[in-house]
């Protein structure tokens, strides 16, 4: 079985900063991709940005590049951080991360395999 474990959402305020973090128990996503989203109140969900498995390639939404960064832990690959800087009132969501064997649909939803239950980030004005 496939989990994928958000953490590290909390309140915060505009301007503020908060890491994300995406583990994966058992480590079943070996050489997959993995993708944050996130999804705000009456909104569809939305990519926010992605990593191959070697980290090399990185890909951003255009409303969260230079503010946002994707990075893979190097002790294990299987764990992604989403390091949240100058965090705006808009930013507020549920963020998911979600795991993609392949790279067909690298900004879809549809594109990946397994998801996490979310984690709630809220920032005010």
């Known amino acids: 079985q496939v989990q994928l474990v958000e953490s590290g959402g909390?309140?915060?305020q505009a301007g503020g900063s908060l890491r994300?973090?995406?583990t994966n128990p058992?480590?079943?996503v070996n050489g997959y991709a993995t993708g944050w989203f996130r999804q705000a109140p009456g909104k569809?969900?939305?990519f926010v940005a992605r990593i191959n498995w070697t980290g090399i390639r990185r890909l951003y939404a255009d409303s969260v590049k230079g503010r946002f960064i994707i990075s893979r832990d190097n002790a294990n690959k299987t764990t992604v951080y989403?390091?949240?800087n100058s965090l705006k009132?808009?930013?507020t969501a549920v963020y998911y991360c979600a795991a993609a064997r392949d790279a067909q649909q690298p900004l879809s939803a549809a594109g990946y395999n397994y998801w996490g239950q979310g984690t709630q980030v809220t920032v005010s004005s």
Do not use: A, I
């Open 20 to 22: 994300l973090s995406c």
């Open 82 to 84: 989403l390091q949240m």
């Open 10 to 12: 909390d309140l915060v």
């Open 89 to 91: 009132p808009e930013d």
């Open 44 to 46: 569809e969900r939305e």
């Open 26 to 28: 058992g480590r079943t």
